[in-house]
């Protein structure tokens, strides 16, 4: 179904994370997912593509989809945009979404009406537990770092990206002049005190390490960022942890309790992370 790359825009990074929802989360068919179905529509030019189609077991159109950027808000203009797709299509339901926020509409009736999603999740569970292969697959662990690392890592992302209804989870993107490692990636956002919020994620740092990556920014401007090689944090005696300062970068010791609890999976820790990297500035 995904053999075609797509171009990293914040449209598809939408498109491709609701998918990913579908299949780990609603237990839906990939082979009853259609990407840029193509919309004919009357007096047009050119023909157009939905972004995408859910099928239903006939094979018959169940739900339109168009993605938005996460900066687009979702208005009227949006959803008119969707309706004239679904005139050619006759799908049951349409649905507009930005990563943030969603919009359902019920068009089996006479006259179309807001909905909640038709869509449920496959398990009972309030959390899904995520395998590390998920995690590696998704730029989040090295896939070089050993087997303790991918573990830990795991662990931690569970507890940073399992509970969906706590902080919001972003991608955010950042100029290359603030390293050498990419830092464009999903984040969760967290309020670490009524100045600072901290948006922190795990990422494959392409030279074998998993890196804990954090971005501290106070009254809406970017105050610094810190990442901890989880590689070394393991490996060696005395770890560092690495920051970006508003007076340049710097080197500063690991704590032990820092090192500790986070090597131990410490649940109250990892819950708390965004206060423990702020107090490593």
Not at 217 to 225: I, P, Q, T, V
């Amino acid at each position: 179904m995904l053999r075609k790359r797509f171009a990293n825009r914040p449209e598809e990074r939408v498109r491709l994370q609701f998918v990913d929802y579908l299949l780990s989360e609603t237990g839906f068919s990939k082979n009853r997912i259609g990407f840029e179905a193509p919309v004919t529509l009357p007096q047009a030019e050119n023909t157009l593509r939905a972004d995408l189609v859910l099928y239903d077991r006939t094979m018959n159109p169940f739900v339109l989809i168009e993605c938005k950027s996460e900066k687009i808000r979702l208005n009227q203009n949006t959803g008119e945009q969707i309706a004239r797709y679904n005139r050619r299509l006759n799908a049951s339901f349409i649905m507009i979404t930005n990563g943030v926020e969603e919009i359902w509409y019920d068009l089996s009736g006479d006259i179309p009406k807001s909905t909640d999603s038709p869509l449920k999740p496959s398990s009972n569970t309030t959390e899904l537990l995520r395998s590390e292969t998920y995690w590696v697959e998704r730029g989040f662990i090295s896939p070089k770092s050993n087997n303790h690392i991918g573990n830990l890592a795991t662990a931690a992302l569970q507890a940073f990206f399992g509970d969906t209804d706590s902080d919001p989870i972003q991608y955010l993107e950042f100029p290359p002049s603030i390293s050498p490692l990419s830092m464009n990636h999903y984040y969760r956002v967290s309020t670490a005190d009524p100045d600072h919020k901290v948006a922190y994620t795990t990422l494959d740092g392409n030279r074998g390490a998993t890196m804990l990556t954090a971005a501290i920014n106070r009254g809406g401007k970017n105050l610094g960022a810190v990442w901890i090689n989880l590689d070394q944090m393991v490996s060696e005696s005395a770890p560092n942890a690495r920051l970006l300062t508003e007076n340049g970068p710097k080197s500063v010791p690991l704590p032990d309790r820092f090192r500790e609890n986070l090597q131990s999976c410490d649940k109250l820790f990892l819950n708390n992370i965004g206060k423990e990297l702020l107090n490593l500035f």
